[in-house]
């Protein structure tokens, strides 16, 4: 498993960035960019077909996230987000992964690092700790900005996974 060593300012710009690209405003160093100036910019840019594999698995409160992002291109990317949501609260402390940030009560994003054109980026291992035990948790995975690039086939990079608290490994 690789690992890699992010600054908190590598996260702070990649955050920001969906947000730009998602048109949000009222956030520190965030102007607002309308959804039509978005659609535009990510036409102009490459295009890269971002996809996700990895595991789930809840037990006693603690679900554990297992990701592996691929770009099937034409492109390579730089950089890429990941967007983890749940069904239940998180914990309000969380320990997490080197370039990961919580972006809500129930939400964390990761950079996946580069994308080389048919590759994979770095391995993506999160260990999250919800408010209280759930006998069950809805994870969906998804991209939250994928580098200025556009990607015409989504299927592959939005997943919905229903784990059970039972500890299996659920594969997506």
Known sequence: MEVVAVRRGAVRSVVVAGFLVLGVSGVSGVSAVSATEAGAAS???????????????LSQGRLRVWVVPQNEGPAALANATLR??????????????????RAGLREVVCETGALPLHGRGRHIGLLLELKEPVPEVVVRIDTWWNGGASDRDVSNNQHAVLALDTGDSYAF
């Open 43 to 57: 036409r102009r840019g490459p295009e890269a077909d971002v996809a996700y594999h990895g595991r789930v698995s």
């Open 84 to 101: 983890v949501r749940l069904s239940a609260d998180l914990a309000d402390r969380q320990e997490l992964a080197h370039g990961c940030a």
